[in-house]
C-alpha cells in the first residue's frame, strides 16, 4: 500500500474526493489516499507542498500558478473544476458600504498573502479601475477570522466562494454586495515534482479514479441533498451552485496557462512568466 497525502479545501467542490475516499475506490488499488482539510485555503497549501507536507493539492488555478513561478516544486496535472469560482465580495451586515464602488481604496481581508482571497482582490481592483499598487490587506488565515475582521472593522470587505459564505449573509452577519467570478478554471490538481517522479503510475491511477467519480457525479441519487446536508447550506442554493459548477477531466492548455500568467504579471503578481513545461506536466 503506497501513501500519498492530499489536500484541499472543506467545500462542497471536493465532495468527489470524499465519496471515493469512503467508497474505498483508492484503497481497491493499494494506494492510502490520506486526504487533510485545510480551511485556509491556497496560500497555506502552497506552503504545504513547497515544505513537502502534502503531495497532492487541490488548488485555485491563479495561486499555485503563481507559486510555481516563484520556485514551488510542483506541476498541475489536471484541470478539478472547469468552471470559474465565482467570488462573492462581502461586507458587514451594518457597513456603511453599500455598492462596490464605495469599496475603493478600503481595506480587504484575506486570508493570507498568496491566497485566492488575495490574488482575487487584486484583479478585482483592476477590474473596477483601481490603483491596485497601494492595497493594504488585513490577514485573517480563515472565514472565521474574516467575520471577526469586519464586525471588528479592522477590514472592510472580504472575498470568499459566494456559495460557502451564503450562511452568513443569511445569518445577518456579512452582506454580499457584488460577485466577481474568475477569467479562468477555477480548480486544478497539483503534485509535487517529487512524487510524480517516483510514482507517475499512481498518480495517473489517482486521477483516473477521480475522473471517473467527477464524469458521473452530478448523476448520483439524491446528491443535491447530500452536498446541502455536509456543508450545511440551503437546498435551492446547492440546486443553484450544482448548474454552474463543471468538473474537467482534462489539461490546462497552453493557451489558458498564458491567459493566466499574462494577467498576473500584468497585476505584479509575478515578475516574469515561465514556460508551459515548467509549469504543467
Request: aromatic fraction near 8%; include cysteine; proline fraction near 4%.
Amino acid at each position: 500500500m503506497t501513501t500519498i497525502k492530499i489536500a484541499g479545501v472543506p467545500e462542497h467542490f471536493n465532495l468527489p474526493w470524499q465519496l471515493s475516499i469512503e467508497n474505498g475506490e483508492f484503497e481497491a488499488e493499494n494506494i492510502n489516499l490520506q486526504w487533510a482539510d485545510i480551511p485556509e485555503g491556497t496560500g497555506k497549501m502552497c506552503q504545504m507542498l513547497r515544505d513537502k507536507e502534502t503531495d497532492i493539492a487541490v488548488i485555485l488555478t491563479e495561486g499555485i500558478v503563481k507559486d510555481i513561478v516563484t520556485g514551488n516544486p510542483s506541476k498541475i496535472v489536471q484541470i478539478y473544476v472547469q468552471s470559474p469560482l465565482i467570488w462573492g465580495i462581502h461586507v458587514a451586515a451594518n457597513s456603511k458600504y453599500q455598492k462596490l464602488s464605495d469599496l475603493e481604496n478600503t481595506k480587504p481581508a484575506i486570508s493570507r498573502l498568496g491566497s485566492g482571497s488575495h490574488l482575487m482582490s487584486i484583479v478585482n481592483a483592476q477590474n473596477q479601475g483601481w490603483k491596485t499598487d497601494n492595497l493594504q490587506f488585513e490577514i485573517v488565515n480563515t472565514i472565521d477570522g474574516a467575520v471577526e475582521a469586519l464586525t471588528n472593522q479592522t477590514a472592510d470587505y472580504f472575498m470568499w466562494e459566494r456559495f460557502m459564505t451564503k450562511p452568513l449573509v443569511d445569518a445577518g452577519i456579512f452582506r454580499k454586495i457584488a460577485n466577481c467570478p474568475t477569467p479562468w478554471p477555477c480548480f486544478v490538481i497539483a503534485v509535487r515534482e517529487e512524487i510524480l517522479d517516483k510514482h507517475p503510475k499512481i498518480i495517473d491511477k489517482i486521477l483516473e479514479i477521480i475522473n471517473k467519480t467527477t464524469s458521473e457525479f452530478k448523476e448520483i441519487p439524491s446528491i443535491s441533498k447530500t452536498l446541502a446536508s455536509r456543508y450545511n447550506l440551503k437546498l435551492e442554493d446547492i440546486e443553484e451552485w450544482l448548474s454552474l459548477t463543471e468538473w474537467s477531466q482534462e489539461q490546462l492548455s497552453e493557451k489558458m496557462l498564458n491567459k493566466v500568467q499574462n494577467q498576473l504579471f500584468e497585476l505584479s503578481i509575478i515578475d516574469k512568466k515561465v514556460t508551459f513545461e515548467t509549469i504543467v506536466r
